[in-house]
């Protein structure tokens, strides 16, 4: 069974500031992760994947997200937060690449203030 | 279209009556999820399709809900006698193919059942 824990279902974060968004996995087998952005009345965007490379991993807009096995963790982070960041974020977890499920965590809510 | 579609963007029905939700994968994907997300909540997994293989259909929460979806083409989710608490937006995702895979979403179909 695989499961994705978001830490902080808000987060709030000053626009220039780093942005740090938690993700925690659980995973019988090397995962395949992801992070999705949900932007107001839009669909949902792949913003990074891991899937078993560099455990570094760019995305687009800035975002970036480490995989950590000993933690299992895949925390997103920006440096440098804009305006336009904030959306909902999604992280999701699959097992066999995506030939299988794909499960979400229950995203979280980025707010940048000037 | 270049993206995935989905019909219609938005639905309000009387409870008890069924609906038809509609996606149109990608040309060339040959698997398709469908998700639920209510408001305030993350993606709920409902149903996957992967070629002709038999779907996985543990996520649908009743067997009000039903999903077809006929070769790698058009999936239609079937809801019936629709409750107040299956109100939510509907998401169809297509998969593409290879190493490189990542699923594509459509911008939702909003159900509001009254």
């Known amino acids: 069974a695989q499961s994705v824990t978001q830490l902080g279902s808000h987060v709030s974060v000053s626009e220039g500031a780093l942005v740090l968004l938690r993700c925690n996995y659980s995973s019988s087998v090397p995962p395949y992760l992801f992070w999705y952005v949900q932007y107001p009345n839009q669909g949902l965007q792949l913003l990074l994947k891991y899937t078993s490379a560099a455990t570094l991993v760019k995305g687009i807009n800035g975002f970036e997200a480490e995989f950590k096995k000993s933690e299992t963790s895949f925390h997103l982070t920006k440096p440098s937060a804009h305006m336009r960041d904030a959306a909902e974020y999604f992280c999701?977890?699959?097992?066999?690449?995506?030939?299988?499920?794909?499960?979400f965590g229950q995203g979280t809510i980025l707010t940048v203030h000037p | 279209g270049a993206g995935v579609s989905q019909s219609p963007s938005n639905k309000v029905t009387e409870k008890g009556k069924d609906v038809e939700l509609r996606c149109d994968p990608i040309s060339g994907h040959t698997a398709l999820y469908w998700y639920r997300q209510r408001l305030g909540q993350g993606l709920e997994f409902l149903i996957y399709?992967?070629?002709?293989?038999?779907?996985?259909k543990s996520g649908l929460p009743s067997d009000r809900f039903s999903a077809e979806r006929t070769g790698e083409s058009v999936s239609t989710l079937t809801i019936q006698r629709t409750q107040q608490e299956d109100s939510a937006v509907y998401l169809c995702?297509?998969?593409?193919?290879?190493?490189?895979?990542?699923?594509?979403f459509g911008q939702g179909t909003r159900l509001t059942v009254v």
């Open positions: 399709f992967q070629g002709n293989s038999a779907p996985d």
């Open positions: 999701a977890v699959s097992v066999f690449g995506l030939h299988g499920k794909l499960t």
């Open positions: 995702a297509s998969i593409s193919p290879g190493p490189n895979t990542e699923a594509f």
